[in-house]
């Protein structure tokens, strides 16, 4: 060893805002350094707090380990300590032959990084000392040294899994009674002054409504995240942090458990004593769509055409889709723009045109007919949680008579006629659940003037509707010269 140590010295932040300030305690380390005869190579800083969403500190996790490679060459799992690998590195490699920190629970906690540390020591002969003196390493550390050590390090060990087991019960216990911090919710907000283990939320009741007018958006208007977005952006709308909306944001909040009066633990639903912004059917609905893996999306474009990929090609007259070609003079005139084959160039109609024809039918429809097309029938009383419980227990069989099968312990009859009895039940229960949540596909036009309404809608709205409402086919134009002819345009309503 060398005549005067050259040691690093070892801080550790664990608790924000409780702890004495670094200086302080750095200034304690120098005075035993000093009071040792020990050189200082450079001061090491452990902050184990990390950042929370809502900007304040929290603890790190004792226990969140990644592969690092040891003093003695090998990759092992450990705990995530930046700061104390520097230190080891520095041993390691005699940039420096001791250490000092405060106490041997600053230090390690976890008995493998221990380890770690004697192999250190022992390579170079190093020391290590603390100021309360729980850690004793000289120069590689003597058998009484390590196996105290050692001891000790076992003792803080089972200290903290025994809080973090005692953490997880009481979350375990409180699942469904009380909110658990994290960013708040959109639509919900904190209740100040509660009890630690009954913090509760209340609505915001500007925030809710912007949710549940986009849940019927999305589930009776068959309007897309990106539209929604739009509107919100468009009317300065914040999201929750006081930024702008994206699809992914307006998901997120749409999905998050606590709109619909629901705590999460573990994947876990229950009931929560906060009110619900969207009801759990209405929830689970939502859910359903917007996490199918078979929706399709198109983030960043906006329909700008009523009959893109909507009406079909005449002369083809197999169901290929038209949509719109061509290039305007300038920015705002679209009066070369064409609906064409997808197919072929075998057909062309102005697209303006088009549009403001099939428009004014779809519109005179509705004015006329607009209070009783496609309403549906009075909701009726039929309990959804109750039919949502069974249909999860039937798939739950169907997928244990599959599993059951596969091992050998049912054969192929058996199989059959359970997958009947399962198939057909699954069917009449969805039904109901399809029966009891029907939702009005043209809400907006019941008592309303049908013209104002229409010209109130975007585009995505627009097109959901002639989608619902009729069938559009594109035809040669029998009539000479550039006007456009409207027998070219066959629209046929559907209700």
Known sequence: MLAVPTADLYLRLSDFGVEEAFDGREAKLRALASALGWDIHRVIVENDMVPTKDGRMRPASAFKRRKIRTPSGGVKLRTVRPGFREVLEDITTGRANAMLAEDLDRVVRDPRDLEDLIDACELRKASARSLSGSLTLTEGGTD????????????????????????????????????????????????????????????????????????????????????IVNDLNGHDIPTVRGGKWTSQTLKQALL?????????????????????????????????????????????????????????????????????????????????????????????????????????????????????????????????????????????????QIRMHAAGDIDDADLAVGMREIRDRLAVVDAQLRQSSAPDPLAEFRDQPARAVWHSLPMERKRAIVKLLADVVIMPSAQRGRGFDPDSVVVTLKA
């Open 144 to 227: 009484s040294e390590i196996t105290t050590a050692r001891f000790m390090v076992a003792v803080a060990n089972k200290s903290s899994r025994d809080t973090s087991r005692r953490v997880k019960e009481k979350k375990e216990a409180l699942h469904g009674q009380s909110y658990t911090g994290g960013g708040r919710p959109y639509g919900l907000v904190p209740v100040k002054d509660t009890e630690k283990y009954h913090r509760n939320l209340m609505l915001v009741p500007d925030e809710a409504e912007v949710l549940r007018a986009a849940a019927r958006d999305i589930l009776d208007r068959n309007l897309g995240l990106f539209s």
């Open 256 to 400: 998050k458990p606590a709109v619909a009066g629901l705590a999460v633990h573990k994947g876990n639903l229950k009931p929560a004593p906060w009110p619900a912004i969207l009801e759990v059917d209405v929830w689970q609905s939502l859910k359903d769509k917007l996490t199918d893996p078979d929706r399709r999306t198109s983030p960043g474009n906006q329909p700008r055409w009523l009959l893109t990929f909507t009406a079909t090609c005449g002369i083809c007259n197999d169901g290929t889709t038209v949509t719109v070609t061509g290039s305007s003079k300038t920015g705002t005139d679209y009066s070369r723009r064409g609906y064409q084959c997808r197919r072929s160039a075998h057909l062309r109609r102005n697209a303006r045109n088009t549009d403001a024809y099939v428009e004014e039918i779809i519109v005179r429809h509705l004015d006329k007919n607009g209070q009783d097309i496609l309403k549906p029938p009075v909701r009726q009383g039929i309990d959804t949680s109750k039919l949502r419980a069974e249909a999860k227990r039937l798939r739950e069989r169907k997928a244990a």
